[in-house]
C-alpha cells in the first residue's frame, strides 16, 4: 500500500523516506473529532457518490487515464500545474527529473499525477475533517471506485508538520540527478513567509521574477551541495525545454504564481483545520467537565476562552498575511493562472476582490486570505469564527496596531474591511459601525 496522496507536498511523505516512526495516537482521533472513523462530506466525495450511483461518469483517456475527466468534473484548472521531481512520493520509482511528478489544485482540491503511475492521488479540504486523502486506480472501469485513505498517509500528514491535524505541508529539497533528495542539506518547510531564496528546491518553476533568487529547475550533482549553490541557469526560466518532455503532460508549465498560491493555501487550510478541531475538543472537554461537576450546560470556563484564543489567533495573523515575506522585483508566471485565478473570486461594489495579485511588493494586491470564503472558515465552530472576525476587526478598525501586523496600511485595512462587507455573508454588525480609523 502507498503512502498516497501527499498531493501538495513537495516532499510531505520524507518521513517515510527516512524512517520515522508510524503516528499514533493522534488526538484527533479521538471524540469529538473521530478523523478515520467519521464520514467525509466535500467535493470529491459527492462526485463519487454520484459515479457510484450510476448519474456521472468519468472518461478514460489513454496515457493520462482519469487525469483529465477528473480535474474537469473537479473544476480543477489545468493551469494550476506544478512539477516536482524530487523522488518523495511513494510512487516515487515514476518520479524522476525526465518524468517528474504533476499537482493541480483549486481552492479545496489538490490532484497528483504521476506518468505509468497506479493511481491518481487526490485531497480535498473538508469542512469538518480537514485533509481527507484518496486514491483513484489508473484502471479503466464503468464506475471507477474512490479509496479513502488514513493511516498510511498520516504518518507525515498528521503531525507536527501540519500542526498536528490532517494536512499538508510544502517543502523545498535539494534533488540530486536521479530524483533522490539530497537530506544531509537539509530541507525547508515552505508557507507564504518563506524567502524565495529557500523555495522550490526539487520543483521545475517557470516565470520571471528578475533579481530574486530561488533553488527551483536546480539538480544537485553528486551526493554533497556546495555552501554557494550556482542555480543561475534555473532562474528566469518561460520554458522547460531541454529538461523535461512537456508533451507529456496537460500543459508545458510548472508556473511560479501557481506554485506562490499554493503554499499560501496549504498551510492556510492547516490553520483552519486546527482552529476548527481545537474548538471543538475545548467545547467537548467543558461539556464534560460541566455534567460531571454539575454546572449549568451553558458554563463557560476561562479554559475554554483561552483554548479558543490558541485556536484562533494564529489563524487571524496567517489570514492577514502577518509575516509574509516581502518581494523585490515583479514575478510574472507562464500559464493563464493568474488570469483565471483572479476570475474565480467575488468581487465587491468597486471592482475589488482578495485574489487580486499585486506580485511586486507581495502575493496579493489586499493582504487577507480568499479562504475566508472557504467552506472551512464557513464550518468554523461559532465560538472560534467569533474569535475570528472579531480580532480581525480590531486589527482592521485600528484598535491594534501591534507589530505582528504593521505590514498593513491604513489603505489596506480599509479596503479589505470595504471588500468583505460587500462580499463575506454573515459579518457581524459591529463590521458595519465605522470605517478603519486613519
Same mark, same amino acid.
Given at each position: 500500500?502507498?503512502?498516497?496522496?501527499?498531493?501538495?507536498?513537495?516532499?510531505?511523505?520524507?518521513?517515510?523516506?527516512?524512517?520515522?516512526?508510524?503516528?499514533?495516537?493522534?488526538?484527533?482521533?479521538?471524540?469529538?473529532?473521530?478523523?478515520?472513523?467519521?464520514q467525509p462530506d466535500n467535493r470529491v466525495s459527492r462526485l463519487f457518490a454520484e459515479?457510484?450511483? !450510476?448519474?456521472?461518469?468519468?472518461?478514460?483517456?489513454? %496515457? =493520462?487515464?482519469?487525469? /483529465? *475527466? +477528473?480535474?474537469?468534473?473537479? &473544476?480543477?484548472?489545468?493551469?494550476?500545474?506544478?512539477?516536482?521531481?524530487?523522488?518523495?512520493?511513494?510512487?516515487r520509482h515514476c518520479i524522476s527529473p525526465r518524468t517528474p511528478r504533476a499537482i493541480?489544485?483549486?481552492?479545496?482540491?489538490?490532484?497528483?499525477?504521476?506518468?505509468?503511475?497506479?493511481?491518481?492521488?487526490?485531497?480535498?479540504?473538508?469542512?469538518?475533517? !480537514?485533509?481527507?486523502?484518496?486514491?483513484?486506480?489508473? %484502471? =479503466?472501469?464503468?464506475? /471507477? *471506485? +474512490?479509496?479513502?485513505?488514513? &493511516?498510511?498517509?498520516?504518518?507525515?500528514?498528521?503531525?507536527?508538520?501540519?500542526?498536528?491535524?490532517?494536512?499538508?505541508?510544502?517543502?523545498?529539497?535539494?534533488?540530486?540527478?536521479?530524483?533522490?533528495?539530497?537530506?544531509?542539506?537539509?530541507?525547508?518547510?515552505?508557507?507564504?513567509?518563506?524567502?524565495?531564496?529557500?523555495?522550490?528546491?526539487?520543483?521545475?518553476?517557470?516565470?520571471?521574477?528578475?533579481?530574486?533568487?530561488?533553488?527551483?529547475?536546480?539538480?544537485?550533482?553528486?551526493?554533497?551541495?556546495?555552501?554557494?549553490?550556482?542555480?543561475?541557469?534555473?532562474?528566469?526560466?518561460?520554458?522547460?525545454?531541454?529538461?523535461?518532455?512537456?508533451?507529456?503532460?496537460?500543459?508545458?508549465?510548472?508556473?511560479?504564481?501557481?506554485?506562490?498560491?499554493?503554499?499560501?493555501?496549504?498551510?492556510?487550510?492547516?490553520?483552519?483545520?486546527?482552529?476548527?478541531?481545537?474548538?471543538?475538543?475545548?467545547?467537548?472537554?467543558?461539556?464534560?467537565?460541566?455534567?460531571?461537576?454539575?454546572?449549568?450546560?451553558?458554563?463557560?470556563?476561562?479554559?475554554?476562552?483561552?483554548?479558543?484564543?490558541?485556536?484562533?489567533?494564529?489563524?487571524?495573523?496567517?489570514?492577514?498575511?502577518?509575516?509574509?515575506?516581502?518581494?523585490?522585483?515583479?514575478?510574472?508566471?507562464?500559464?493563464?493562472?493568474?488570469?483565471?485565478?483572479?476570475?474565480?473570486?467575488?468581487?465587491?461594489?468597486?471592482?475589488?476582490?482578495?485574489?487580486?495579485?499585486?506580485?511586486?511588493?507581495?502575493?496579493?494586491?489586499?493582504?487577507?486570505?480568499?479562504?475566508?470564503?472557504?467552506?472551512?472558515?464557513?464550518?468554523?465552530?461559532?465560538?472560534?469564527?467569533?474569535?475570528?472576525?472579531?480580532?480581525?476587526?480590531?486589527?482592521?478598525?485600528?484598535?491594534?496596531?501591534?507589530?505582528?501586523?504593521?505590514?498593513?496600511?491604513?489603505?489596506?485595512?480599509?479596503?479589505?474591511?470595504?471588500?468583505?462587507?460587500?462580499?463575506?455573508?454573515?459579518?457581524?454588525?459591529?463590521?458595519?459601525?465605522?470605517?478603519?480609523?486613519?
Amino acid at each position: 500500500m502507498w503512502m498516497s496522496v501527499r498531493c501538495v507536498v513537495a516532499i510531505g511523505v520524507l518521513a517515510a523516506a527516512v524512517g520515522l516512526p508510524r503516528a499514533l495516537g493522534q488526538e484527533f482521533e479521538r471524540e469529538p473529532i473521530l478523523y478515520s472513523q467519521s464520514q467525509p462530506d466535500n467535493r470529491v466525495s459527492r462526485l463519487f457518490a454520484e459515479i457510484t450511483a !450510476g448519474k456521472k461518469q468519468l472518461e478514460f483517456a489513454g %496515457e =493520462q487515464g482519469y487525469l /483529465p *475527466a +477528473l480535474l474537469a468534473a473537479l &473544476d480543477v484548472p489545468t493551469s494550476s500545474q506544478m512539477l516536482v521531481f524530487s523522488k518523495t512520493s511513494l510512487q516515487r520509482h515514476c518520479i524522476s527529473p525526465r518524468t517528474p511528478r504533476a499537482i493541480y489544485f483549486t481552492d479545496d482540491v489538490y490532484v497528483g499525477y504521476c506518468q505509468n503511475g497506479d493511481v491518481l492521488e487526490i485531497s480535498v479540504a473538508d469542512p469538518q475533517l !480537514g485533509a481527507v486523502f484518496y486514491t483513484l486506480d489508473q %484502471e =479503466q472501469l464503468e464506475r /471507477p *471506485a +474512490l479509496q479513502r485513505q488514513t &493511516d498510511n498517509c498520516l504518518i507525515c500528514h498528521g503531525s507536527s508538520q501540519t500542526k498536528e491535524v490532517p494536512g499538508h505541508v510544502v517543502r523545498s529539497v535539494f534533488t540530486d540527478a536521479g530524483g533522490y533528495p539530497v537530506l544531509s542539506a537539509g530541507t525547508y518547510r515552505i508557507d507564504h513567509t518563506s524567502p524565495l531564496s529557500k523555495r522550490w528546491g526539487g520543483w521545475y518553476v517557470t516565470g520571471t521574477h528578475g533579481a530574486e533568487r530561488h533553488l527551483g529547475n536546480l539538480i544537485v550533482r553528486g551526493k554533497v551541495v556546495p555552501e554557494e549553490v550556482d542555480n543561475s541557469a534555473g532562474q528566469n526560466r518561460t520554458s522547460l525545454e531541454g529538461l523535461v518532455e512537456t508533451s507529456d503532460y496537460l500543459t508545458p508549465h510548472s508556473d511560479l504564481v501557481a506554485l506562490m498560491v499554493l503554499e499560501h493555501q496549504a498551510d492556510a487550510h492547516n490553520y483552519l483545520t486546527r482552529a476548527s478541531f481545537l474548538t471543538r475538543q475545548a467545547l467537548h472537554h467543558q461539556a464534560s467537565l460541566n455534567r460531571e461537576l454539575g454546572e449549568p450546560a451553558d458554563h463557560v470556563w476561562d479554559s475554554t476562552k483561552s483554548r479558543i484564543k490558541n485556536a484562533g489567533e494564529p489563524l487571524v495573523e496567517y489570514l492577514l498575511f502577518s509575516g509574509e515575506a516581502p518581494l523585490t522585483a515583479p514575478l510574472v508566471g507562464t500559464s493563464p493562472f493568474t488570469e483565471e485565478f483572479v476570475r474565480r473570486g467575488p468581487r465587491d461594489s468597486g471592482g475589488r476582490s482578495l485574489r487580486d495579485f499585486d506580485l511586486s511588493r507581495r502575493l496579493f494586491k489586499y493582504p487577507c486570505s480568499y479562504l475566508i470564503y472557504s467552506p472551512s472558515f464557513a464550518a468554523l465552530p461559532g465560538e472560534a469564527r467569533d474569535y475570528v472576525l472579531r480580532r480581525m476587526w480590531e486589527v482592521l478598525n485600528g484598535q491594534d496596531r501591534s507589530e505582528k501586523f504593521a505590514h498593513l496600511s491604513a489603505e489596506d485595512r480599509s479596503n479589505i474591511v470595504e471588500i468583505l462587507r460587500d462580499t463575506l455573508p454573515g459579518l457581524p454588525d459591529y463590521w458595519q459601525v465605522s470605517a478603519p480609523a486613519e
